[in-house]
């Protein structure tokens, strides 16, 4: 069985391997059936070890650097950290590269996985976009890094938007949706319900990128709980799908 859905939009530049896991394939029990790739929630251990072991020879991949996730605005930057340093997963939500062969991680079961890819330098961001990460604008300030960093301009990039939870299943509180509206706009809510997406596309194109370079995954997590985790389907017990991105070492 497939354990990962490939970014196509990404994977055609020809430059990168992309993909998202599906919950399908692993070992793990429930509420954490099957194929759960994080250590933080409660799953047993050997189980997620089992489940990377699966993962990594289906995908080829043979590392994953990744951050502790804080819901905050916090990029890394792999290039200027020391190994041993993202060996331990220091504190953050988004992660940037410009090395060929090394895969960024993270992690959910609801938030927005945001992948970028800069074809000209080229460089890779991922990063993880839950309310808060979305209202702290964690994808411009990914992009920010990379511009500030690499020399990335957006118009050379390409951007994702991972399976996550839509409008239809995320109701939120009204002081909530006015925050967002009065961030992002009125297109970001469906009467007492908040997209997520839009509210990130939104932000994005703001900064100058052009619509056409965004794409969006039709699926919600919380929908379709038979591929995917969802936190709030599933009341918090659940496992996280992992998300990854990687310059491919030749092209
Ligand atoms: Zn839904």
Known sequence: MKTYHTIQELEATGIVAAGITSRRGGVSRAPYTSLNLAEHVGDDADAVATNREIFFQQSGLTDLYYCQQIHSDRVIDADCTANETLKQHPEADALISTQRGVPLGIFTADCVPIFILDIATPAIGIAHAGWRGTLARIAVNTLARMQNRFGTLVTNCQIHLGPSIQKCCYTVSTELLEQFTGHFGS????????????????????????????????????????????HRAESGRTGRMLSFIQLNTKN
Request: glycine share 4%.
């Open 187 to 230: 297109t970001v809510r469906d009467g007492t319900n908040l997209s997520l997406q839009t509210a990130n596309v939104n932000q994005l194109i703001e900064i100058g990128l052009p619509v056409a370079s965004i794409s969006v995954s039709p699926f919600c997590t919380a929908c379709r709980t038979d591929l995917f985790y969802s």
